[in-house]
Structure formats: C-alpha cells, structure tokens
C-alpha cells in the first residue's frame, strides 16, 4: 500500500554554529512522527521558483515552528515589537507554498508558527507579544522541556478539530510568544487556552486545513497523535 508524501518546511540559519554557510534545520521528531502516523516525510527547499512543480509531487503541507515571526507589516501594523525576530524569505516561501496547497484542496497543517502563517495568509492578525496584550497570561513559553506539557486548553465542539480529538480539554506543550489575535477570513477558532490566548484554527470549507500553536510532533498525549494521523489520512 503506498503512503502519502508530506512535505515538511525547513528553518534557515546563517549562523556558523554547523556551518560557515547558511544552512536549512528542521528537528528529527517531525520526521518520525509522521512516519510513525503512516506518512513519508520530506524537508523542501525555501525554493519560491519552482514551488508549483515541486509541491504537485507531494500529497500535503506541514508548516513547521521556529523560532521566528512574521513580518507585522503584512498584516498591517507598522510598529513591530522589540522582541520581533524576522526571517522574511522562509515566510515568503511558507505563504506560496500554502496558497498552492490550498488552491489544489490538498491537507494543509500548520504547527505553531505554521497556524500563525496560515492565519495571515487568510488575512488575520497576529498578537506580536502575549505578555504585553494579554493580562495574567499562561506561561506560553514554558520553563520546562518542550516535551512536557505546559498548560491545558479547550477544543471546542462542532470543529473539525474536536471530531478528530474527541476531547474538550487537553494538555499541550508551549513554545511561543505570539498567537492569533483575529482570525482571517473564512477561519474558525477551534481551541483555545484559560487565559484567552487562540490555540487552534481551521477552515470548515476545506479538506484539511488546520492550525495548532502547541507541537503535536512530541506526541506529550494521544491526542497528539490523533491530530497527525487525521493529517496523513486526509492525505
């Protein structure tokens, strides 16, 4: 039986921390984790001119997390904030290569930075910094490791979300310092955490298309791994 193709986002760095040159990452358990939900996974070139062809080869999009944000221009704010950290040709590509999937109604999920990008991409907004927007927030940027849970959040019913889960509360891990602040157009809200803060997006018109800002990829719980067999076999 054959196994869909996943095409997986890669980070780019400059730095010389593995090479004198600039280099793409991406953490091994993104790859393992689909393999593990009955997908193959690729990491794809932040390759604007040839995207068409290359993303007509695979069967869906993962947009990964990393430790960057989205320019506040594109969504219209001209002040961007101090701790704003910009890597404006992954984005570029990140955005493309989400209209393609979508334009073709192929499964499109987006991890943390990934829901974020998707919801720019639907013409929202983004919080650029959660302690500064939102009083007594959660600690979304927890202290302990990524693979431990961080905080609970609700999955709202009658979402696309909810049907895949089958839960109203879980536990997740938390890595980020924005979140959603208006979702785009066409988008609902699907999860969100005690303190307010949007937790998860997806568009009801689509095949597949949803957000998350936790990192199912750690598997901390089974509904982890629900979400990205969801995924795969939408694929």
């Known amino acids: 039986m054959s196994k869909p193709i996943i095409a ?19 953490r091994e358990n993104y790859f393992t984790a689909i393999e593990e939900c009955g997908g193959i996974a690729i990491g794809i070139p932040h390759n604007t001119n040839n995207a068409n062809l290359l993303l007509k080869k695979v069967d869906g999009l993962l947009i990964t997390g990393g430790n960057f944000d989205i320019n506040p221009n594109i969504f219209g704010e001209n002040t ?3 701790t704003v950290k910009l890597k404006e ?13 979508l334009e ?6 987006g991890i943390c930075g990934g829901e974020q990008l998707i919801n720019v991409l639907y013409q929202g907004t983004l919080i650029q910094h ?7 927030s959660l600690e979304h940027e927890q202290s302990n ?9 609700t999955i709202k019913k009658d979402t696309k979300l909810h049907s895949i889960i089958s839960q109203n509360n879980i536990m997740v891990n938390s890595a980020h310092h924005q979140a959603v602040k208006i979702p785009g157009q066409g988008l609902i809200i699907n999860a969100f955490s005690e303190d307010g803060v949007i937790e998860g997006i997806e568009d009801p018109s689509m095949n597949f298309c949803i957000g998350v800002q936790w990192h199912p990829e750690f598997f901390i719980q089974n509904s ?12």
């Open 80 to 82: 961007i904030h101090k």
């Open 89 to 101: 040709q992954r984005t570029k590509f990140e955005m493309l290569a989400s209209e393609i999937i």
């Open 224 to 235: 982890d791994k629900l979400l990205l067999k969801a995924f795969i076999n939408s694929c």
């Open 104 to 109: 073709n109604n192929k499964p499109l999920l």
């Open 8 to 26: 997986l986002t890669l980070d780019y760095e400059t730095n010389k921390e593995y090479s004198k040159f600039p280099w793409y990452a991406i």
């Open 130 to 136: 959660i302690p500064d927007e939102i009083e007594n």
């Open 145 to 153: 490791p990524r693979n431990e849970a961080g905080h609970s959040i």
